[in-house]
């Protein structure tokens, strides 16, 4: 009989008939068999591989398997379920290592199927405790990575991205609509990265007049220009040692792209008027609404500037291209809202709208409107009524759903469960989350009408 499920085990016995035995039974029912001559050459084993279950004889020369149990204790984090093979006479002895840590005991003479018995129930106690681990692991983590709230293929995509990238010394590129979350994005990249406790520098290129900007990046002298009545340290140098985020670099005047491509490749700034270069390590992240590769073709954005920064480049989907995030932002900023004394919730006939809406604003306009309706909500109970005229008109309810004729609750609760579903390709378990029910309710009002 084969075991899908079959585990590493590790078999220590003296005897060697015993010894092969029970490695050829363990072994045809699917499980991966490792043996032992004695409790060292276990010790040795156990340090090598991890054996989620071990079999050990209790008397053996050289260690015994009381003293295996206390070495394992000893010596092991992950302690695996040992289960021990006695003779009669030295019950009370197991039981007393039971109390010690061993996971079960057979007694000598003993069939296999009594082996295979208790290795099966130690299996299935490890793949429970492997789940509980996961749960816990997921609860801990819930849909946030570093600050980040997504559990859409999409993000969880970049999600992988970024714990990759997070340590390399190579600079970022950020590309994606407005409200899109770049600098968000920009601090989990630095957050993920050993570098997590030097200085986090965010700066909005487009917000500084052209004049000033090459002062604010790379400092000046006193006296350098006409109001330049003291020394000033730029933000490359506060960055020192951290990360530096250029936000809205598409913005930047050509002049200053010169320099930013000069300091990417010498490694040091010179502040403005002064002779004296300040050594540079201080990783850059650009980020943009605007396609760089087109602002290049079209002659407003240094070719060399774009391959300096593109070596690692992240497009960053809109809210309408990962939908099955909405529910857990709305959450995200509810949670925020309750925190400061205001709780609210959404009504289905919002959450339906929302996932329906096309966010040209994406995140940040998701997050303006809830703070909106938050505050006008009746009853803390956000309502149709609640939201922005101009995003209603934008995408009338009536026409993209069919539902402007007056029908009876049920059937349009019916109609708004089929709909979801659909959204979800069926999938019920994701319909009853976006929901806020459970499947069972699902399957019953799907089988209460002839569907």
């Known amino acids: 009989m084969s075991n899908r499920n079959g585990i590493d085990i590790l078999v220590v016995e003296d005897d060697q008939d015993m010894r092969e035995l029970v490695r050829e039974v363990l072994t045809e029912h699917g499980h ?34 009381e003293r295996l149990l206390a070495e394992i204790n000893t010596r092991l984090q992950m302690k695996p379920y040992i289960i ?32 295979l018995i208790a290795v099966n129930k130690a299996a299935a106690e490890l793949a429970m405790r492997l789940r509980i681990d996961e749960l816990e ?34 600079n970022v590129l950020l590309q994606g609509e407005t409200g899109t979350g770049k ?36 400092g000046n002298v006193k006296g350098a220009f006409t109001d330049a009545a003291a020394s000033k340290t730029g933000l490359f140098v506060e960055a020192a040692g951290g990360c530096i985020l250029l936000d809205e670099i598409a913005e930047m005047p050509l002049a200053v792209q010169a320099k930013i491509l000069r300091v990417l490749q010498d490694k040091e700034v010179r502040p403005v ?23 290049v073709a079209a002659g407003n954005f240094r070719e060399d500037l774009y391959y300096r920064l593109n070596i690692f480049k992240i497009e960053i989907p809109p809210l309408r291209e990962r939908r099955e995030d909405i529910p857990l932002l709305i959450s995200e900023f509810l949670d925020a809202h309750e925190q400061r004394g205001i709780k609210a919730e959404v009504s289905r006939e919002v959450l339906r709208f929302f996932l329906d809406y096309p966010w040209p604003g994406n995140i940040r306009e998701l997050e303006n409107v809830i703070e909106r309706c938050v505050f006008l909500a009746d009853k803390g109970m956000i309502t149709l009524q609640d939201l922005p005229g101009d995003m209603l008109e934008s995408c009338r309810i ?6 402007g004729s007056v029908k009876p609750l049920a059937e349009l609760e ?29 399957h019953r009002k799907l089988e209460g009408q002839k569907v």
């Open 84 to 115: 021990l093979i006695t003779a009669f006479g030295d019950i009370e002895e197991a039981l007393q290592l039971i109390k010690k840590g061993a996971y079960d005991y057979i007694i000598k003479p003993f069939k296999m199927e009594q082996l």
């Open 414 to 442: 019916l109609e708004y469960v089929r709909y979801v579903l659909e959204k979800c390709q069926g999938n019920k378990k994701k319909a009853a989350s976006l929901l806020g029910i459970n499947r069972k309710t699902i």
């Open 398 to 403: 009536d026409e993209e759903t069919g539902f």
């Open 32 to 65: 991966r068999v490792t043996t032992a001559v004695n409790g060292k050459d276990a010790l040795r084993a156990l340090e090598e591989k991890v054996f989620p279950v071990v079999v050990s004889d209790m008397k053996m020369p050289v260690m015994t398997g």
């Open 183 to 218: 600098e968000l994005i920009a601090h989990a990249i630095h957050q993920a990265s050993s570098k997590r406790n030097a200085p986090f520098v965010p700066v909005n290129c487009a917000a500084i007049p052209e004049g000033l900007l090459e002062s604010e990046l790379f």
């Open 137 to 170: 692991r997921i609860n801990r983590c819930g849909s946030k990575h570093h600050g980040l709230v997504g559990k859409s293929p999409a993000m969880s995509r970049l999600f992988d991205f970024i714990d990759r990238i997070a340590d390399s010394s190579g």
């Open 273 to 295: 008027g002064s002779n004296v270069s300040v050594p540079m390590d201080t990783r850059v992240i650009a980020a943009s609404n605007k396609n760089l590769k087109e602002e």
